[in-house]
């Protein structure tokens, strides 16, 4: 029988092909940790990881997953909305960025009534188009099953329409559930620049 391959699992190979030792990467939503680990063991020890979340346990969980990996001097963690990166992110990083994941929702083990709000994430992805370096990578792992979910993306599939087709390239990754409610993988792809 064939092992089913997660959209999380895609979503790490997509940004695993983008990222090079000494790159700068950000997790737009901290959640457990785990894209922070992955980030931080992608970007090597010349690179940086800058995180992101709302919630102190988020950080906090975060900040443990990188001790027992010996990651956490290679991350930056913010108690910020992912909205506010811009300010979050020293301006030398500014068109730098190789890859900024965001995964939606609530945060698992936490209150499920606190989740990502559709005005802060679609801020955060245009701040995040701003932040990429030519041939970088933007993931957003959505889910439409939940409260919210359904309009956050929506309006995800709104923004990537709405993208400069010259610089941007966009595509959705269905799970392997066919139905409605099924989580989805939005992959945005900066382009080289052109000579």
Known sequence: MMKRI?????????????IEPADIA????????????????????????????????ALIKSFQRLL???????????????????????KQWYGRVRAVMF??????????????????????????SVLLAPRAVITVLAYPGHAGGDLETEQLVAWCRQLDRTCFTSEVVLSSHDKPSAPRLFVIRK?????
């Open 6 to 18: 997660s959209l999380l699992e895609i979503a790490h190979d997509i940004v695993g092909s983008y």
């Open 191 to 195: 382009q080289a620049d052109l000579l």
């Open 103 to 128: 995964n939606l929702g609530y945060l698992p083990g936490a209150d499920k009534a606190v989740i990502t709000q559709i005005d802060s994430t679609l801020a955060a992805l245009d701040s995040a």
């Open 68 to 90: 027992q990996h010996d990651l956490q001097r290679r991350v930056t963690l913010r108690l910020a909305s992912h909205a506010d990166m811009l300010s979050h992110i020293p």
């Open 26 to 57: 950000l997790d737009a939503t901290l959640g457990n940790g785990h894209d922070t680990v992955f980030l931080a063991r992608s970007v090597g020890t010349d690179g940086h990881v800058f995180g992101f979340d709302i919630q102190p346990q």
